[in-house]
């Protein structure tokens, strides 16, 4: 491999070619040209190899010698010449054949073909013979003779001009080519030169512009590397669900093969109405306590409300109706504007309910599972916000057993189905049970749930017709989810104490398989 620095012509085995891209004059091109040649044998096809950290940057692929706004230009070259096969060497230094047939014929009178042969090297004899006959210089019989004075080796002359890289006549080539005096050779090279931002030395592209650029004013000197848009980035290392999104959506996958439809529970601010007072929750309720609620600064109240069920509530809070006597208070508007962070997603069921009412009448199945807050003092089983999970069947005359029944068949599909229940209390729900579960692994029973029927002072204000009766439970994401998990300090599950490690290694845990 020769390199030429400084050069304009690229050089071909030293055949100094001076037509085409290569040839550009020295004048034109002050070029920075390597020549880089490499001798192949024939029917080779590689191309020669550039070695220089230069010349790998110039040969870069096209489009990355764009990106880098062309420092050099490169080429390949491909030339085929002619060379002497080892017979053609051999005649090119000794003469041709027939030439040297003929010299060995005396120049007066004539020798016999046996002797002229014995004079000869067999393959000499044999093809000098018939060229030399063919070309009329000989009289050949059984004596030998010549026909003419003086002979010119043609093919020699011939030979020695390929020899020295000189080009010949088609007729010529094919001629010498005929008798496998000579075979084409294939030279490759590259042809690089200069582009149009060439730079004798190789300066660093900035991949950033830094604070110290900006500073130091070097930024209007620095030249900048382009963006790749089709290197391949990071594989993203995320996706990791956190246990409480994995139960979330077995129970999800629970509710929907058995029926419910999930109720939009997309608003975490609700009114005291909706939360409370729709509910047959009287506004004197300890629950109603801001030491129980997180009531709203801004905007503190709603700003609409349905007048005219608004004026049943109240009707029924104060005096009752449809059977009941009411709680005997004075209710006020007042309470039931103020906003709070809804306490239970019962606050959805409500409003869920009421939308129902204004229509023919049609059973319905409704879960929903999303956060709900609670003003409470944070220990290792509570926190101010925790997830409910929801679901009530709404149909003319269901009864306790209809509850119960559902209610079997719901947590056995968590993997709970010994169940109990206990009476309980709720202001919108009558009777009332709270759910608790045997646990085998804790040997005892534990509170699963709280469950009822809404109440007739819930449910006819709305507008639903008298038969409809309404089930309904609701029970805490958080409390199947550290069971499951084997998580006991529900701060080490949820809030800002969470270990992200407990994220991205926690295992998958199926509900209902024990
Ligand atoms: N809202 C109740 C709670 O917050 C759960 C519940 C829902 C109870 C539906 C009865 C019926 O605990």
Not at 62 to 86: A, C, N, P
Not at 246 to 251: D, I
């Amino acid at each position: 491999m020769r390199r030429t620095y400084g050069s304009h012509l690229v050089h071909l085995g030293g055949t100094q070619k001076t037509r085409g891209w290569y040839s550009a004059s020295p004048t034109v091109s002050p070029a920075y040209c390597t020549s880089l040649t490499t001798k192949l044998t024939y029917g080779d096809s590689v191309a020669g190899t550039l070695e220089s950290h230069r010349a790998q940057q110039l040969t870069l692929p096209l489009e990355r010698r764009q990106r880098h706004g062309r420092r050099g230009d490169s080429r390949d070259i491909k030339r085929e010449t002619w060379v002497l096969t080892g017979e053609g060497k051999k005649y090119a230094a000794e003469g041709s054949p027939e030439v040297q047939l003929f010299l060995a014929v005396p120049a007066e009178g004539s020798i016999s073909k046996d002797e002229l042969q014995k004079k000869l090297d067999p393959a000499v004899f044999k093809i000098g013979c018939s060229q030399a006959g063919k070309n009329k210089w000989v009289e050949m019989g059984k004596q030998v003779s010549r026909k003419v004075q003086n002979v010119e080796d043609k093919v020699k002359d011939l030979l020695l001009q390929v020899q020295n890289g000189h080009a010949l006549s088609k007729e010529e080539i094919s001629s010498l080519k005929a008798r496998k005096l000579i075979v084409p050779q294939t030279w490759k090279g590259y042809s690089v030169r200069k582009g149009p931002n060439y730079a004798p030395k190789r300066k660093k592209a900035a991949t950033d512009l830094t604070r110290e650029n900006l500073q130091k004013g070097d930024w209007k000197e620095l030249e900048f590397k382009e963006y790749n848009f089709n290197a391949k980035g990071q594989p993203a290392e995320g996706g990791h669900l956190h246990p409480l999104l994995k139960v979330r959506k077995q129970l999800k996958d629970i509710f929907l093969q058995m029926g419910f439809e999930e109720m939009p529970t997309n608003n975490f601010v609700e009114s005291s109405f909706w939360n409370f007072d729709a509910l047959f929750q009287p506004q004197q309720h300890p629950a109603r306590d801001s030491h129980d609620t997180f009531f709203l600064e801004e905007p503190s109240t709603t700003r609409e409300l349905p007048e005219d069920y608004v004026e049943r509530v109240k009707r029924v809070h104060e005096s009752g109706g449809y059977g009941s006597r009411g709680y005997g208070y004075e209710w006020k508007r007042e309470e039931a504007n103020k906003n709070l962070l809804r306490t239970h997603t019962t606050a959805v069921s409500s409003r869920m309910l009421k939308a129902l009412a204004e229509k023919p009448f049609a059973p319905k199945k409704y879960f929903s599972i999303d956060r709900v807050f609670r003003n409470e003092a944070v220990d290792r089983t509570h926190l101010a916000e925790f997830h409910q999970i929801e679901g009530l069947v709404c149909d003319r005359g269901l009864t306790l057993g209809d509850l119960i029944g559902v209610l079997h068949d719901f947590f056995s599909r968590l993997g709970m189905s010994k169940l109990r229940f206990k009476p309980a209390y709720n202001p919108y729900t009558e009777p009332s049970m709270e759910i608790f579960s045997y646990h085998e692994g804790f040997g005892k029973w534990v509170e699963v749930g709280n469950s009822g029927m809404f109440r007739p002072e819930m449910l006819l204000p709305m507008g639903l017709p008298e038969d409809v009766h309404v089930i309904a439970w609701g029970l805490s994401l958080e409390r199947p989810t550290m069971i499951l998990y084997g998580i006991d300090n529900i701060r080490d599950l949820f809030g800002h104490k969470v270990d992200l490690g407990l994220i991205k290694r926690n295992p998958i845990c199926r509900l209902g398989i024990s």
